[in-house]
């Protein structure tokens, strides 16, 4: 049964960081591509960032680009979220998915796999 743990979620002010963890089981996931997605309260769920599970292939969203590193540890079957430089814009659940690596990384329908998500709050 394959799942997704996410952790690392918290309260942080704004310009804070908080590092958030993807811990994957239950398959072997060196095909596929881990990705991160936010919803806001009373907003649609947005893409964030995405890796492959080898960490060839990185893509961000423009609203986190600079400011949010996405990395692998394969040893650990985990995948990270580093987020710098917090905004309260930022303040959302957090998700991480799992897909075939095979493109369309921002699409979440492509997604098989969830997450139960992990809450990260910005305060100004």
């Known amino acids: 049964q394959v799942q997704l743990v996410e952790s690392g979620g918290g309260l942080v002010q704004a310009g804070g960081s908080l590092r958030l963890s993807c811990a994957a089981s239950g398959r072997t996931f060196s095909s596929y591509a881990i990705g991160w997605f936010r919803q806001a309260p009373g907003k649609e769920r947005e893409f964030v960032a995405v890796?492959?599970?080898?960490?060839?292939?990185?893509y961000y969203a423009d609203s986190v680009k600079g400011r949010f590193t996405i990395s692998t540890d394969n040893a650990m079957n985990t995948v990270y979220l580093q987020m710098n430089s917090l905004k309260p814009e930022d303040t959302a659940g957090y998700y991480c998915?799992?897909?075939?690596?095979?493109?369309?990384?921002?699409?979440?329908?492509?997604?098989?796999?969830w997450g139960q998500g992990t809450q990260v709050t910005v305060s100004s």
């Open positions: 890796i492959t599970w080898s960490g060839g292939i990185t």
């Open positions: 998915a799992a897909k075939v690596y095979s493109g369309g990384y921002q699409i979440e329908t492509l997604y098989k796999y």
